[in-house]
Nanobody, 121 residues
Framework: QVQLVESGGGLEQAGGSLRLFCAAS????????MAWYRQAPGNQRELVAT???????NYADSVKGRFTISIDNAKNTVYLQMNSLKPEDTAVYYC???????????????WGQGTQVTVSS
């Protein structure tokens, strides 16, 4: 019904920047919320940032002031601009979305496949 495809990960040095992309496609009537999570080896998946279709945002304390989440509703795409990267930002980053798939408000909730971000010291 809905697919989320992430891109933009890679290897970066500490202090550098990366921008992640997540495009939603399929049976999309309206996007309610999109978010980025991350999971480092041996750790649980944790919330990084969320954004509503209206642009309301929320960030984990660990990334406040360094990461910025944004959304392009026309393209059904969410972005994560990551600045001042630290080695502890190394993780697989997952896109997450809550999508209304029909006029009767049926909702899809799911995840992308993940994109690796590695920050070297």
């Amino acid at each position: 019904q809905v697919q989320l495809v992430e891109s933009g990960g890679g290897l970066e040095q500490a202090g550098g920047s990366l921008r992640l992309f997540c495009a939603a496609s399929g049976s999309i009537f309206r996007i309610n919320d999109m978010a980025w999570y991350r999971q480092a080896p041996g750790n649980q998946r944790e919330l990084v940032a969320t954004i509503s279709s209206g642009g309301f945002t929320n960030y984990a304390d660990s990334v406040k002031g360094r990461f910025t989440i944004s959304i392009d509703n026309a393209k059904n795409t969410v972005y994560l601009q990551m600045n001042s990267l630290k080695p502890e930002d190394t993780a697989v980053y997952y896109c997450n979305a809550e999508v209304v798939i029909s006029p009767d408000e049926a909702t899809w909730y799911g995840w992308g496949q993940g994109t690796q971000v590695t920050v070297s010291s």
